[in-house]
């Protein structure tokens, strides 16, 4: 099946710029999406970007998209200890006649003081 | 808040028994999600519902089993518990069912432990 590789852990310091990566096989996802869990939280949509985009800017988020490679990452500009928390890469995938999410495992952020 | 409910937040139980595990989507989503969220296996997508009919199956166990009520409320069965059943489990809703987008609302989820 598809697959979605993320490094489970970065660490980084508050006020620098976190990035984090995620690579994917399915070829075909048209929208590729990062979610948000806070620690005790269900996840919550961060940001997405399109397929035919190689960059998202949305405030302090930067959503890098490498189609050929097949690599999407996520940067952090100025990290916050409000970050703190496991972001997941999920392209969307199709399956028969059914869309679906594709998840990666989550990096988890930790950011020091 | 999401606007979808999952009850109960936090349950424990023995071995061998039987729980369910229920949601409430926001209100007018018609697809439901069923995910496990373990330590060592991250999120596992187990079933999903569309307007009371089964849409999609994941990883889900026989043992475990899924429905969903004409008022579009789920539930998640979990039977024959092991210890390895621990985990979060999430419920996720959307408002529709094929749609080409992946914009999931998620609850708080319902943490089980079994001892």
């Known amino acids: 099946g598809e697959d979605v590789e993320q490094s489970l852990f970065l660490s980084v310091r508050e006020g620098d710029s976190s990035v984090i990566n995620c690579t994917y096989t399915?070829?075909?996802?048209?929208?590729l999406y990062w979610y948000k869990q806070e620690p005790g939280a269900g996840l919550q949509l961060l940001t997405y970007?399109?397929?035919n985009m190689d960059m998202k800017q949305d405030q302090r988020l930067t959503v890098l998209l490498n189609k050929k490679d097949k690599h999407l990452s996520l940067r952090i500009a100025d990290t916050q200890t409000g970050d703190s928390a496991i972001y997941f890469c999920?392209?969307?995938?199709?399956?028969?006649?059914?869309?679906?999410?594709?998840w990666g495992a989550g990096t988890k952020l930790i950011i020091k003081p | 808040d999401s606007g979808v409910t999952q009850t109960p937040k936090h349950l424990i139980t023995a071995t061998g028994q039987r729980v369910t595990l229920r949601c409430s989507p926001r209100?007018?989503?018609?697809?439901v999600y069923w995910y496990q969220q373990s330590l060592d296996q991250g999120l596992q997508f187990l079933i999903q519902?569309?307007?009371?009919?089964?849409?999609a199956k994941g990883n889900i166990l026989e043992r475990f089993s899924a429905q969903q009520f004409p008022d579009l409320h789920s539930e998640l069965n979990l039977s024959s518990l092991e210890l390895g059943d621990s985990a979060l489990y999430f419920c996720?809703?959307?408002?529709?069912?094929?749609?080409?987008?992946?914009?999931?609302?998620f609850g708080e989820g319902s943490r089980l432990t079994v001892l």
């Open positions: 996720a809703s959307r408002p529709g069912g094929q749609a080409n987008t992946g914009e999931l609302f």
């Open positions: 209100s007018g989503d018609l697809s």
């Open positions: 519902y569309y307007n009371g009919e089964e849409r």
């Open positions: 399915d070829s075909s996802s048209t929208y």
């Open positions: 970007i399109f397929s």
């Open positions: 999920a392209p969307l995938g199709r399956a028969d006649s059914n869309y679906q999410l594709i």
